[in-house]
């Protein structure tokens, strides 16, 4: 029976006997073989999806925010710690689900207005303290360092080393999914916590021998929002996908370097592009993702048309979030349903019977 990443991986992560296990049974999420986007992208990749959106909140937060609230009981074992976050949505519907788990208390700082209503819906009904900050998600993270650094509060964003140990656990389990390393990774990047977490466990997973390889990482930013690309910080970031829509990556320099290690890249791609790449997901291999997440595709799909891939090589696509999380921004993306009378003649003629 799957335990979560902390039972599965145990030995990779730092946490002891004494460690009290939040989990969720987080982990073990699907890895796709998308053969109708190969076909449909005109390419011979071995494309495969990394559904994290399949975690319990839904997003690939869960891997870290399993390590980061055991270790919080473990370190504060005397005391329950209360626990703290700034978020453009996912990471506060996982901090506010480990933490009921754990019966400790939640604070989240979110961007005025900026946060996806499926995640806000989350975090509340978890019971988290929400405080809604006017002005960005950087506003509210800078917020939250300082009230961590004057109050005994424990911080789950993803600067905490203990998100990116949990989080690291998606490469290994993609290296056990597929039997070997795939080529190239695929994925958002947002507060960059992510690509740092993938590096890092990759990296591991090859000293110790699990695999013999490394895979190229590859990250795609929102153009509105991506100051990795563009080299400086974006004081108002602008996206559609709100999930990466920081203009000040608290992991900046730990995506710089998976990227120049991996010999990768990170580049942008519009909010046209995204759109395009979510519902294009969705129609051809019935996964429904949150747009953030669909950067990844439009972020492949951008580089087969450049013929930047050898062929016949493999890439893991991250999709970072379930699709419900934005139930908006589908509903706006798509045709409303006809309205027809209960006659089974006109219904007949409305889908081509007759």
């Excluded at 055991?70 to 996982?94: R, Y």
């Excluded at 993803?158 to 949990?166: A, D, L, Y």
Aim: proline share 6%; with cysteine.
């Amino acid at each position: 029976m799957w335990q979560g990443v902390i039972e599965r991986y145990r030995e990779y992560l730092p946490v002891s006997e004494r460690t009290p296990v939040i989990t969720l049974q987080e982990g073990d999420t699907p890895l796709l073989p998308a053969s109708n986007l190969s076909s449909f992208l005109k390419t011979d990749l071995k494309i495969y999806l990394k559904y994290e959106g399949a975690n319990p909140t839904g997003s690939f937060k869960d891997r870290g925010m399993t390590v980061a609230v055991s270790k919080a009981l473990d370190v504060k074992h005397d005391n329950a710690p209360v626990v703290i976050c700034a978020s453009t949505g996912n990471t506060s519907a996982s901090a506010s689900a480990y933490a009921a788990r754990a019966k400790i208390k939640s604070v989240v700082l979110i961007p005025e207005g900026a946060i996806a209503l499926g995640k806000l819906s989350q975090a509340l009904i978890h019971g988290a303290k929400v405080i809604a900050i006017k002005g960005n998600f950087d506003d509210a993270f800078r917020v939250v360092k300082e009230l961590t650094s004057r109050f005994d509060l424990v911080m789950v964003n993803s600067i905490n080393p203990f998100r990116i140990e949990g989080q690291k656990t998606g490469a290994f389990e993609i290296c056990d999914q597929l039997g070997h390393c795939p080529d190239y990774q695929v994925m958002p990047v947002g507060n960059a916590g992510n690509i740092t977490a993938y590096w890092k466990g990759y990296k591991e997973w090859y000293g110790v021998k699990k695999i013999k390889k490394l895979p190229v990482m590859l990250g795609f930013q929102a153009e509105g929002a991506a100051p990795i690309v563009l080299g400086k910080i974006v004081k108002k970031p602008e996206t559609i996908a709100t999930a990466i829509k920081i203009g000040n990556p608290a992991s900046w320099e730990k995506a710089v370097e998976a990227r120049q290690e991996s010999k990768g890249l990170i580049d942008s791609v519009s909010d046209k592009e995204i759109i395009e790449a979510y519902k294009l997901l969705a129609e051809t291999e019935g996964v429904f993702v949150e747009p953030a997440s669909a950067s990844s595709i439009a972020g492949l799909r951008k580089l087969i048309k450049k013929n930047y891939f050898p062929r016949g090589k493999s890439v893991v696509a991250i999709l970072t979030g379930h699709g419900l999380k934005d139930p908006d921004r589908a509903i706006a993306e798509i045709a409303k349903p006809v309205v027809l009378p209960p006659d089974i003649e006109v219904i007949a003629k409305e889908i081509g019977l007759s």
